[in-house]
Structures are given as structure tokens and as C-alpha cells.
């Protein structure tokens, strides 16, 4: 293989250069990665999945199988890109993959000598024993030999994007039916958006000879597109998906190696494309042939054989067996023979066209007919093929395999919304189904191989598409081939070249191949003692795989996929599909259509999830929302946690190093002195109306109508199943006035619940509710000394205990704005809730802290909140996780006698009275050393642990003022009395942890703490 000196579509000025496996190369502007490896003379480029056979570059697109190579470095590297859709680009660094210690050298091949154990579905059969636990043991090593690429590890620098386009007419494929689409819709007055997943438009169109008419018509065409303001040309593009309401969903690359992070450029750019109609213009993909080792390097498909020569100027070999069982190889092989390849045409067919062998005649080229091949020989690279004939075998050297089994039409976008492909039998081939009003298709993907026609296609389905939208201007007729200049075709119709011998010998059309009966596919006998003959060449699916399938009784093709894993690659089967669906159609006697097709899906080529993420990462993903003293905790050396979707302080540097070190400070600090809390995060509501008091009658479970004026009261809400939904704290600020905390995850929820019961259930209450989270700034002041404190902040205020009792208001002002003071406590110490105005919380925030420093008082995080809690067996969020009942948690007497609030009724449900359903104790760690962790399952003292156990814990905390660890756990009520020893076991570390149950509230069962 080598670069040619003339010729092709690449720019020679522009060396650019890169590397791979490490190794410096070079290519040109106007390469991919897999024409720059060829033009330097590399063949193998990677390991097969499964086998770890050499592996070389067999297409040039997207359906590529073999070579997937890892492009970047770092944060950029990014894993299973086929090197045929890779732009060379300046510095570019790429490397092979699935292979270890080297390319040339790969332990792994060692996989091939097992082979007979790897057949398909091995890892159902061979896993599952000796026991029931083996395959916790096999998954370790099954993990590190799966997959092919390893992406990279650190933050991906570079920038993505998401945008949103519009079109009249979307037309998807720039080959000559999509070119000739998008330039009569334009010409129509439609908005056109032309989209390709090349760096260049033209299709297949720049396979042609580059000095041909077929740059002529091409210039042309580009030429007037670009002279329409109304038609956009998006290259470097794919339509990954379509979806309903003509929705198409799109990714372009620019490539990280072009664009500049710092200058706000994306590397790529998802798009969802809103069309009023879609003309699909999607080409075909060429089909392989089945033999033994027709995996080697050096064996491609015959087109590609022929993109490499004349777009990218690089001659695949030099000694080329062309294997056939259609015409459109004989392009390739006129081409090669062209460049200076010593040629031989091997076609399966028993007589190819008089006119096809006297074009070959004038190449020097030896045609042989019945003539297929049974056999590649070589390791890395294919030395030779053995044909099989009808006069026998016989072996020929060659450097160079191109193959051609017929074309299949590019279906997967029109499949996406459940149009399933109609099979033709006289192209042995699916197509399009019928598609919806809009939706148009054009050229090759109908089942017609010839330029002329898809001009003529397309240029039709775009003046349609044009007209559907009401773009009716006028169209003039299609741009010919001929009116670009001489009688040529650009693509398969017929032309005429001069030959070795200076005759003038004419180009064949791509014409239709071997019907699938005759073929032989599903003959495992192909591959004897030879090899082993792939259909999947991506997923190392071969002719006997099938085979096996079919013994095993996976004859559906959706069965067949799944158990041989065929199609189920990067490449999704593009160039597999029909050929696995041949051969099982040919193992159970059945035309090809009754064994019918697998579901297309999206993607059609995989798409980055940077791209889908776009810059939706991170807080610009889930914004995070801050309270009014956020600078100051920041300032102040706060370790911020994210809850929910606030950022509050976890810790504070000034208390320890570390969150072990600081929070046990922080709790020593509040049940010692004092300290302040920031809780604006609480969710706020305000309630009024005349029929306030009964609305939250019916939304908590415990009694709100007869609560005075400036008391507060703990509630609970259920769902409407019983399960415990929120709790919080309502004050009463006047007859009709209410004033709602929630917990900080459930505000939310709880708003939302609140106004769908009125807008739907009670729609006679005359009751407003609002949401003032963000109004007020609060936060509590805890600890023996808060008193003190707060009559230091605030002296014209009495807060003396016969002033402001436990749960109770005392209201005020401060900077002409209110303040509230509500007298409750979530971490068992007395403790004080001061509400004010959002534009003053900082300023107050400050003025706590100057009044409590004399005192002791410090902030305090998230984590000693928690920990505090947990002491005084408060329940939260763990324990209140959308599965508990009152009963459960222990607050069934807080409903009393009542009834009439949501959840009322199923909370009477006998299964929720059930002797196995939890309830929620306390644990205290009995070995000395040890701590209780969250999530632990419980068991008896010597039961085996095994399945979901007794209940678990809930919440854990390492007490300072118990000295112990301790924590809160729901268990089985049988098991749940006091006193009892139980066994805490975390199997994800292998720890059990004797602990005794006791009773959820650690410190001050009477509460004399926080009512002194």
C-alpha cells in the first residue's frame, strides 16, 4: 500500500501531522485517520472483541467494524472511534485498542486456541457453576477482558453544546440525491438544512476519480447551494435519530484538536432539527462476503478499496483479488488496475455480462467466473486466497482482498418510528416501508444504483418536499450529469475510460447481486479446517454461531442478536445484518422476509454523552440554589455539601481539619454553649384564608384548628396510602394565617401536594397558599447559652422562658422589616428560629454571631445537625423514605383518635399492621473500637445472614456525650424490643457489628433541655 503522487481530493500543501501507538506520521488536509494509516503503510490497527485476531481497516465510513481506535489524551480521550470517520487534524494522537501488551503482540490471541469453548452464548453454559456464588468470582475477570476502548479518566476541558433548529425541508445524505433534494427545495423558496456526516459533501460521489466529470457536477451543485440563502449546509454532521413530529436529532463534531475551549467553541453540538418534512437521502452500505479468515488485514470491501484510491490517493495493493457476485466491484478493480495493481476478478456468478469481460479484457485484468473465495491466508496481513471452482481449488497471491456482496439500503433512520423495511428479492435487499405523510425518500436507499436515477430521485422528492411545506416557486429541471460535461457518470451509470491496450472500455453499473438462495449462507461447513468464516466481524460472530443458534433453538432473528451477540457492536451490524438474517433464513428453509429484520434504534452511529449533555453538567445541569449567607460561610472557611438542590455548610474549617475531626467539635460546642445554624434552606409556606385551619385538619394527621395564636406545632402528613409523606412545623400567626417549615429535600413536594388538593379535592376551602422560601432568611440559635444570646442580639426583646416558652412565636422588627422568633428544637437543646427579611439575613447572620462569640458560640454544618438528631431521635430523611407508617416511626399517637386527613382510611390497612413490618428503635455498639454503619442489615445473634434480614440501619452517629456509636435503625416489631443484642452486617465491607436495641431517643427522654 502506498500514497500515489497525483490525484485524489487531498490537499498536498497542508502536511499535518500525527501519531499512533506513539508512532510519528504524516498525512494531508482532506485525510481520515484510516487513509493516513494505509498512505503510511500500516495495515493491522487493531484486535478482534472476542478472539484478539489481527485486524485491519475494512470500509470508509461509519459502518466500519474493525478499525476502532481511542483519539485524545486525558480528559479528551475518547475510546471506539472508527478510524474512517476521524478528520486528520494537526497533532491528532490515536491509539489501537483491545489489545495488550502491544498491537503486533497481544497476549489475548491466546483466546483463539480456546475458541471451540467461546462459542456463541459460552457465558450462559459456562459460568454458572459449581455453585450458585461462581459467577461473583468469574465477573472479576469476565469484567477486565470485556470491552474494547477504556475512555479517559480526568474532566473532559473541552465544551459541548445543545441547540434547537428549524427547517421547512431536512434532507439527510449530501450524495447526488441529497445534493439534488436540498437544490430544488431551495429553488422552491423552502428553508433547507442539508445534512452529511462527512467533512465533504458529495456521497459517493468522491469516489470517483478526481479528475472526473463527477468533481464538475459536484462543483457545480455546491456552487448554487451556496448561493441560496435559504439552504444551510451542515457537514461534519449525523442524523442519529428520528423521532415523532419529524424530529431529527443531530451531532456535529468540529474535533477537539480545531476548537478552543476558552473562547466559549464546542467541540460538539447536539441539534434536535424540527422539519416540516424529511427528505432521506441515506445511500446503501456495501455488503461483505463469507469465507474462512475473512477477517485478515487487507481484506475491505470494494468500494472502500476504491474511496482510498480516488478521494485519498492511497493504493490499498498492489496484487488485488476482487471476489464478487455483482457488478459494481468491476469499478474497483478498472480503478486499481488504473493506479498500476495487478488485478483478478474472482466472481461468484456463472457468467458475468459479455460486456463486463471484454471491459476487463481491455485492463489486462483475469476475470474468473464460478469462482469464489473459500479460504485468506496470512496472519497479519493476507498473503494470498485460496478460490474454489468448479475445475478445483487453487491458491493465488495477493496483498489485497476487495470484496463486494451486493449493497444494502441505509433503512435505520426511516426504521426509528416503527416503519419496518420491506425485503425486494431482486436486490436481495430491504428498504424503506412506506413512510408518513412528509417524509420522503431518495436515491440508493430505494433499491436504485445508478446516478442519473438519484439525481432524478431526489431532485423529485425535493420539489415535493418543498410543495407539502408551501414552497411552490419554480423548480427548473434536475442538473444533469450531462450538463456538467461530457456524457459521464459520476458515480455507477455507465462511462467510458481508456484501457491498458488505449481502447476506450465502459464503466459497469452497479447491478444487482446473487439472489440469498444461491449464495450458500449458513453452511457451517464453510469454515472446516480452514478458519473461521465471520459474519460479525465487529462481535467475532461466525457462519457456525449461526449455526449453533439455530441448534439451540434462538431462531428468531431478535433471539439470534441477543444470544450471539451478532449486531450488537459500535457498528450495530451495518455491515452484518443481512447476511446473519440470510444465513438463518437458509438454516430453517424460510425466505428471507418470514425471518424478517432485528428493531433499528437510535443512535445510528453512537453519539458522545458529552454531546447529549451539551453544557447541562454539573450545577448547570441541576442549578444549585444558595441562602443569603452563602458568601459568608464561604468566606469563612464552610466545606459546602450539596443537599438536595441547596449548597449548605458540611462543616467549618475553624472546628477541625477534616469532617471527623470538626462535626464531633461542632456537636460538643452546641450541647456545651451554643451554636448557629443556617436553615434557610427549610421550605416556607404561608397560608391564609377563612378555611385555613381546617385545610390543615385535613393535610396533617394531628389537629391544627383548636392551636392558638403565636403557638407552633410538629405535624405529620401522609400520602394518600398512609405512608408518612413529610413532617415540619406550622405556627399560627393569626385566625386565618398560617406559617408552614417543611424539610428542605420535600418543600417542593410539599407545595405542589398542597396546591393540587385545593385545586382538586377541596375545591369549597377558600384557602391560599404560597410559597415564601425565599422571602426569609433563618436560622437557629442551639445550646444552654442560646437564651443568653439572643438577649444579647436583640435587648428590647423579652425572651425570657415565661415570655417565649417552648413552641411558641414572638414577633418583632428589624430594619423595618419582620422577625420572627419561634421557640423549637430539631438537636434536643433549647433552641431558637429566627426568621427575617432575605435582603437583611446576612446582616443578621452577623449580628448573632458578634452576640454569641462572648458566649462560645460557633457555626455549625449539615453533619453535626445531623449527628445532633440522631442523638435525640428525631426522625429525617431516612427514615421517612417514602415506605414508613406512622405506627413504624412511632408517632401513631400524634393522630390520636382522628380521622378525615389524607391517607386516613389506607392507613388502616391490616398490612401495615403486619408483626414483620419495622419499627423504628435505637442502637448502641457494643464492641468497643467499632462503629454501626448506615445501611447495615440487622440479624440475630448466630442466624445466618442472608437475604434482607430483620430491618436495617437507618442513621448513624458517633455520640461524644454517650461516648459511643449509636444510631437508628427500622426492625421487625417481633424483634424490636429493648435490651435484645442484635448483629449489624455490611457485606460491602465484610464488617458484622454486635449492637443491643434500645430506645430511639438517647439524650433527654423527659425534655428538660430544650423546655429549661
Not at 462543483?219 to 449546509?233: E, G, H, I, K, Q
Not at 474511496?307 to 455483482?326: E, P
Not at 442466624?943 to 458517633?958: A, C, K, Q
Request: glycine share 10%; charged share 20%; net charge neutral.
Amino acid at each position: 500500500m502506498r500514497r500515489l503522487h497525483e490525484g485524489g481530493r487531498i490537499d498536498r500543501s497542508q502536511r499535518i501531522e500525527f501519531t499512533f501507538d506513539g508512532k510519528a506520521l504524516a498525512g494531508f488536509r482532506g485525510d481520515t485517520l484510516a487513509s493516513a494509516l494505509l498512505a503510511n503503510g500500516i495495515g493491522l490497527v487493531g484486535r478482534s472483541f472476542k478472539y484478539h485476531r489481527p485486524r485491519g481497516i475494512y470500509s470508509a465510513g461509519p459502518e466500519e467494524p474493525n478499525a476502532l481506535v481511542t483519539v485524545g489524551t486525558a480528559g479528551r480521550r475518547e475510546p471506539n472511534l472508527p478510524a474512517t470517520t476521524v478528520e486528520l487534524a494537526d497533532g491528532l494522537v490515536a491509539e489501537s485498542q483491545n489489545r495488550w501488551p502491544s498491537l503486533k503482540f497481544d497476549i489475548q490471541s491466546v483466546n483463539g486456541l480456546f475458541a471451540p469453548f467461546l462459542s456463541a452464548g459460552f457465558y450462559y453454559k459456562t459460568f454458572m457453576g459449581p455453585t450458585r456464588r461462581a459467577w461473583m468470582f468469574y465477573e472479576h475477570f469476565i469484567r477486565k477482558a470485556a470491552g474494547l476502548g477504556r475512555a479517559g479518566e480526568e474532566p473532559d476541558p473541552d465544551r459541548y453544546e445543545v441547540r434547537h433548529l428549524f427547517a421547512d425541508v431536512a434532507v439527510i445524505g449530501a450524495g447526488p440525491a441529497g445534493l439534488s433534494a436540498a437544490l430544488a427545495a431551495g429553488e422552491a423558496g423552502a428553508r433547507v438544512v442539508l445534512v452529511d456526516q462527512d467533512f465533504l459533501a458529495g456521497g459517493t460521489l468522491l469516489s470517483e476519480p478526481a479528475d472526473g466529470e463527477a468533481r464538475a457536477w459536484l462543483s457545480v451543485t455546491l456552487a448554487r447551494l451556496a448561493d441560496m440563502p435559504n439552504v444551510s449546509m451542515m457537514t461534519r454532521t449525523t442524523a442519529f435519530g428520528a423521532y415523532d413530529s419529524n424530529v431529527l436529532g443531530l451531532v456535529e463534531r468540529h474535533g477537539s484538536a480545531t476548537t478552543d475551549p476558552a473562547k466559549g467553541e464546542a467541540r460538539q453540538i447536539m441539534a434536535l432539527l424540527r422539519a416540516k418534512t424529511i427528505v432521506y437521502a441515506t445511500g446503501s452500505i456495501e455488503r461483505p462476503l463469507t469465507f474462512a479468515n475473512n477477517d485478515r488485514p487487507g481484506i475491505m470491501l470494494a468500494s472502500a478499496a476504491r474511496t482510498y484510491l480516488n478521494r485519498f490517493a492511497v493504493l490499498a495493493g498492489t496484487s488485488v483479488m476482487v471476489a464478487t457476485d455483482n457488478d459494481s466491484a468491476y469499478s474497483a478493480a478498472f480503478d486499481l488496475a488504473a493506479a498500476g495493481a495487478e488485478v483478478t476478478i474472482a466472481d461468484r456468478r456463472a457468467e458475468p455480462t459479455h460486456e463486463l469481460l471484454e471491459q476487463a479484457r481491455h485492463w489486462g485484468i483475469a476475470v474468473r467466473g464460478k469462482s469464489l473465495i473459500s479460504n485468506a491466508l496470512g496472519r497479519y496481513a493476507v498473503r494470498a486466497v485460496t478460490l474454489s471452482e468448479p475445475g478445483g481449488t487453487f491458491t493465488l497471491e495477493c496483498d489485497l482482498v476487495a470484496v463486494s456482496g451486493g449493497w444494502s439500503p441505509t433503512v435505520h433512520l426511516t426504521s426509528h418510528l416503527g416503519v419496518r423495511p420491506v425485503y425486494r428479492e431482486d436486490i436481495n435487499a430491504f428498504v424503506p416501508g412506506k413512510l408518513g405523510a412528509g417524509q420522503f425518500v431518495a436515491g440508493a436507499m430505494t433499491g436504485g444504483f445508478i446516478t442519473a436515477g438519484a439525481i432524478e430521485e431526489g431532485h423529485r422528492a425535493g420539489a415535493e418536499a418543498a410543495a407539502f411545506c408551501g414552497a411552490t416557486k419554480s423548480v427548473q429541471p434536475p442538473f444533469s450529469l450531462d450538463d456538467a460535461g461530457p456524457n459521464d457518470s459520476p458515480l455507477v451509470a455507465p462511462h467510458f475510460v481508456g484501457g491498458k491496450d488505449g481502447s476506450q472500455a465502459r464503466r459497469p453499473e452497479r447491478s444487482f447481486p446473487l439472489r440469498s438462495a444461491q449464495r450458500g449462507f449458513g453452511n457451517p461447513k464453510a469454515e472446516l479446517n480452514k478458519g473461521k468464516a465471520f459474519i460479525d466481524l465487529q462481535m467475532d460472530v461466525t457462519v457456525s454461531d449461526v449455526a449453533l443458534a439455530h441448534r439451540e433453538g434462538y431462531e428468531s432473528v431478535e433471539h439470534l442478536k441477543r444470544y450471539t451477540t451478532l449486531g450488537m457492536g459500535t457498528d450495530q451490524g451495518k455491515t452484518s445484518n443481512l447476511s446473519a438474517i440470510s444465513a438463518m433464513a437458509g438454516l430453517r428453509g424460510m425466505a428471507v422476509p418470514d425471518v424478517g429484520t432485528t428493531t433499528f434504534r437510535p443512535p445510528y452511529t453512537p453519539v458522545a454523552v458529552g454531546a447529549l449533555a451539551g453544557r447541562s453538567q454539573s450545577h448547570l445541569y441541576k442549578p444549585f440554589r444558595r441562602t443569603p449567607m452563602h458568601d459568608w460561610h464561604v468566606a469563612n472557611g464552610a466545606q459546602l455539601l450539596e443537599t438536595g438542590v441547596w449548597m449548605r455548610p458540611w462543616f467549618y474549617l475553624a472546628s477541625g481539619r477534616d469532617v471527623d475531626e470538626a462535626y464531633l467539635a461542632e456537636m460538643r460546642m452546641v450541647r456545651e454553649a451554643a451554636g448557629l445554624m443556617d436553615i434557610s434552606t427549610l421550605g416556607k409556606i404561608d397560608i391564609q384564608g377563612p378555611d385555613a385551619a381546617e385545610f390543615l385538619d385535613r393535610v396533617y394527621v394531628n389537629g391544627f384548628a383548636k392551636l392558638p395564636i403565636g403557638r407552633a406545632r410538629y405535624g405529620v402528613m401522609l400520602r394518600d396510602d398512609g405512608i408518612v409523606f413529610d413532617d415540619g412545623t406550622t405556627t399560627r400567626l393569626g385566625e386565618g394565617h398560617f406559617f408552614m417549615t417543611t424539610s428542605t429535600a420535600k418543600s417542593a413536594d410539599v407545595m405542589s401536594r398542597l396546591e393540587f388538593l385545593l385545586d382538586t379535592a377541596w375545591l369549597d376551602l377558600r384557602v391560599s397558599v404560597t410559597s415564601v422560601t425565599d422571602e426569609w432568611a433563618a436560622m437557629s440559635v442551639a445550646g444552654p447559652k442560646s437564651r443568653e444570646i439572643l438577649a444579647a442580639a436583640f435587648p428590647d426583646l423579652d425572651v425570657s422562658n415565661e415570655a417565649l416558652p417552648h413552641m411558641c412565636l414572638l414577633e418583632g422588627r428589624y430594619r423595618d422589616k419582620p422577625l420572627r422568633i419561634i421557640r423549637l428544637s430539631f438537636s434536643g437543646e433549647r433552641a431558637y428560629e429566627i426568621y427575617v427579611g432575605a435582603s437583611v439575613g446576612k446582616e443578621m447572620w452577623c449580628r448573632l454571631i458578634e452576640a454569641g462569640t462572648p458566649f462560645g458560640q460557633k457555626p455549625y454544618g449539615v453533619e453535626a445537625l445531623g449527628a445532633l438528631r440522631v442523638e435525640k431521635g428525631h426522625v429525617a430523611g431516612p427514615e421517612i423514605d417514602g415506605r414508613t407508617t406512622l405506627d413504624d416511626l412511632g408517632l401513631i399517637r400524634m393522630a390520636g383518635k382522628r380521622s378525615g386527613y389524607v391517607g386516613d382510611m389506607l392507613s388502616r390497612r391490616e398490612a401495615l399492621s403486619d408483626p414483620a413490618r419495622p419499627r423504628l428503635v435505637g442502637l448502641c455498639c457494643l464492641e468497643p473500637g467499632k462503629r454501626l454503619s448506615g445501611g447495615a442489615i440487622l440479624f440475630r445473634p448466630g442466624e445466618r445472614m442472608h437475604g434482607h434480614g430483620l430491618g436495617r440501619i437507618t442513621s448513624v452517629t458517633y455520640s461524644p456525650t454517650l461516648d459511643a456509636s449509636v444510631g437508628l435503625a427500622l426492625i421487625a416489631r417481633n424483634a424490636a424490643e429493648e435490651g435484645t443484642e442484635i448483629v449489624a452486617a455490611y457485606p460491602m465491607k465484610g464488617q458484622t457489628v454486635r449492637a443491643r436495641i434500645v430506645s430511639p431517643i438517647f439524650l433527654d427522654p423527659k425534655g428538660e433541655r430544650f423546655h429549661g
